[in-house]
């Protein structure tokens, strides 16, 4: 969960970031365009080198996650660890090249990379590259734009632009006491100011590690009463069965069967274009844990309706045939203090219309095909078969061959055939199962 977040997080300061290297390279081609027409009165040839460069550098990063990501799609390059320092670094590079060219035009620029870097989670490694490269940008930049790029004035007097022009005389001034002229009151001004914007940056990453640790501790506490709410629900589904099983064992197998063979149909289901959307991985959950409770109302069934040998007469048959109802009712009422609607819902269906037919000649309400819950079904088909392949103190178990035969005829009938059409294909599943009682 942890590793999962920090993964989010980090996925999303890349694509920020990525956005933004695509902005400067937008604005650093509006700059180039309003230099060569006039708008701005910087030296032609020294913007067009040096701006070119710069939109290079910008767009390394958007194309290769335009590459990677949209065009072929075989990789997240998001979630590429080393892909934040190949976007910093190619920010550093082009801030480097705008600082050393245009020098005080461009003086802000110093700040984007560490502003950048806090986007990630506070690593100290990080922090003194960071640190270390905004430094050493600032040496570069200073000097770099005094020897080659568009220099203060102020510093080449008392050379005419014309002789400024000429590198061999940059560097003679420079060797005077120029050199720490501007150390003094260029180089580290600038160092004091970009060192106080990387602590903010510094203090800006830990916040959102802070934030994202905030997050994981939360994440958890949810996650950890999830389960205890999941373990509580589960064991009121299990002590329920144990409820019918003290009261008649072969009922109790039949619930622990009947979940195995509604786990074997709906992981199926889930293979299929018309289910896999319907059939999410939460709700195929609920539909295998909520399958146990099926024959809960036969709580409601006296005992010598449900252990009757021999046939049942038309009156206690339509006695057996509540229990659909009452299983209704007692998830509504007794398991409503779990708080889980979609749970509920879902037991709530498969309790009341397992014995539904596809051609609305079931019970208890005589439902017709997609009018009858999804749940129930699936819980049809795993019930009846069970149903047919175990010993009942009224008669004997059927093959389990034989039973898919029968399930396999009922389609259209008792069963939806498309539920069928996945039972033929899991079969062997059904077969397995089956014939491990004997």
């Given at each position: 969960?942890?590793?999962?977040?920090?993964?989010?997080?980090?996925?999303?300061?890349?694509?920020?970031?990525?956005?933004?290297?695509?902005?400067?390279?937008?604005?650093?081609?509006?700059?180039?365009?309003?230099?060569?027409?006039?708008?701005?009165?910087?030296?032609?040839s020294i913007v067009r080198i040096s701006l070119s460069c710069v939109i290079v550098f910008f767009l390394i990063p958007v194309l290769a996650y335009l590459i990677g990501e949209k065009a072929l799609k075989k990789n997240n390059i998001l979630e590429n660890k080393h892909f934040k320092w190949f976007i910093i670094t190619s920010a550093f590079f082009s801030m480097l090249i705008l600082c050393v060219a245009l020098s005080f035009q461009a003086v802000l620029v110093l700040v984007f990379?560490?502003?950048?870097?806090?986007?990630?989670?506070?690593?100290?490694?990080?922090?003194?590259?960071?640190?270390?490269?905004?430094?050493?940008?600032?040496?570069?930049?200073?000097?770099?734009?005094?020897?080659?790029?568009?220099?203060?004035?102020?510093?080449?007097?008392?050379?005419?632009?014309?002789?400024?022009?000429?590198?061999?005389?940059?560097?003679?001034?420079?060797?005077?006491?120029?050199?720490?002229?501007?150390?003094?009151?260029?180089?580290?001004?600038?160092?004091?100011?970009?060192?106080?914007?990387?602590?903010?940056?510094?203090?800006?990453?830990?916040?959102?590690?802070?934030?994202?640790?905030?997050?994981?501790?939360?994440?958890?506490?949810?996650?950890?009463?999830?389960?205890?709410?999941?373990?509580?629900?589960?064991?009121?589904?299990?002590?329920?069965?144990?409820?019918?099983?003290?009261?008649?064992?072969?009922?109790?197998?039949?619930?622990?069967?009947?979940?195995?063979?509604?786990?074997?149909?709906?992981?199926?289901?889930?293979?299929?274009?018309?289910?896999?959307?319907?059939?999410?991985?939460?709700?195929?959950?609920?539909?295998?844990?909520?399958?146990?409770?099926?024959?809960?109302?036969?709580?409601?069934?006296?005992?010598?309706?449900?252990?009757?040998?021999?046939?049942?007469?038309?009156?206690?048959?339509?006695?057996?045939?509540?229990?659909?109802?009452?299983?209704?009712?007692?998830?509504?009422?007794?398991?409503?203090?779990?708080?889980?609607?979609?749970?509920?819902?879902?037991?709530?269906?498969?309790?009341?219309?397992?014995?539904?037919?596809?051609?609305?000649?079931?019970?208890?309400?005589?439902?017709?095909?997609?009018?009858?819950?999804?749940?129930?079904?699936?819980?049809?088909?795993?019930?009846?078969?069970?149903?047919?392949?175990?010993?009942?103190?009224?008669?004997?178990?059927?093959?389990?061959?034989?039973?898919?035969?029968?399930?396999?005829?009922?389609?259209?009938?008792?069963?939806?055939?498309?539920?069928?059409?996945?039972?033929?294909?899991?079969?062997?599943?059904?077969?397995?199962?089956?014939?491990?009682?004997?």
């Amino acid at each position: 969960m942890e590793e999962k977040l920090y993964l989010e997080a980090e996925k999303k300061a890349n694509l920020f970031n990525i956005y933004f290297m695509g902005i400067m390279a937008i604005i650093s081609i509006i700059a180039f365009i309003l230099n060569e027409i006039g708008v701005f009165n910087l030296n032609k040839s020294i913007v067009r080198i040096s701006l070119s460069c710069v939109i290079v550098f910008f767009l390394i990063p958007v194309l290769a996650y335009l590459i990677g990501e949209k065009a072929l799609k075989k990789n997240n390059i998001l979630e590429n660890k080393h892909f934040k320092w190949f976007i910093i670094t190619s920010a550093f590079f082009s801030m480097l090249i705008l600082c050393v060219a245009l020098s005080f035009q461009a003086v802000l620029v110093l700040v984007f990379p560490t502003l950048m870097a806090a986007q990630y989670k506070n690593q100290k490694l990080m922090t003194i590259i960071i640190f270390i490269a905004s430094m050493l940008i600032i040496i570069l930049s200073v000097y770099g734009a005094y020897l080659f790029g568009i220099y203060d004035a102020n510093l080449l007097k008392p050379l005419t632009e014309e002789e400024a022009s000429i590198f061999e005389n940059r560097v003679n001034i420079l060797k005077t006491n120029r050199g720490w002229i501007i150390l003094l009151h260029y180089v580290i001004p600038r160092m004091l100011i970009v060192a106080a914007i990387d602590y903010i940056g510094l203090a800006i990453a830990k916040r959102n590690t802070f934030m994202v640790n905030e997050q994981i501790i939360l994440s958890k506490q949810v996650q950890d009463e999830i389960l205890a709410r999941s373990s509580m629900q589960n064991g009121v589904i299990m002590h329920l069965a144990d409820i019918i099983e003290s009261r008649d064992l072969e009922t109790g197998e039949h619930i622990k069967r009947t979940k195995e063979y509604v786990s074997i149909l709906v992981n199926e289901m889930k293979k299929k274009d018309k289910y896999k959307d319907v059939l999410t991985d939460k709700v195929s959950e609920i539909i295998i844990n909520a399958a146990p409770l099926h024959d809960i109302g036969k709580i409601a069934v006296s005992d010598l309706i449900l252990c009757k040998k021999g046939k049942l007469t038309d009156e206690e048959f339509e006695k057996m045939k509540i229990h659909t109802v009452k299983g209704g009712e007692i998830i509504d009422n007794i398991l409503n203090d779990l708080g889980d609607k979609e749970f509920l819902e879902v037991a709530y269906d498969i309790a009341i219309s397992h014995h539904e037919k596809w051609n609305g000649l079931g019970y208890p309400y005589g439902l017709k095909e997609e009018n009858i819950p999804l749940s129930g079904r699936i819980m049809a088909i795993a019930d009846v078969y069970d149903a047919l392949t175990s010993e009942r103190c009224y008669k004997k178990a059927m093959p389990p061959l034989e039973a898919v035969d029968i399930i396999l005829k009922d389609s259209g009938t008792h069963f939806d055939p498309s539920i069928v059409e996945v039972f033929n294909n899991v079969k062997d599943k059904f077969i397995s199962i089956a014939s491990s009682k004997e």
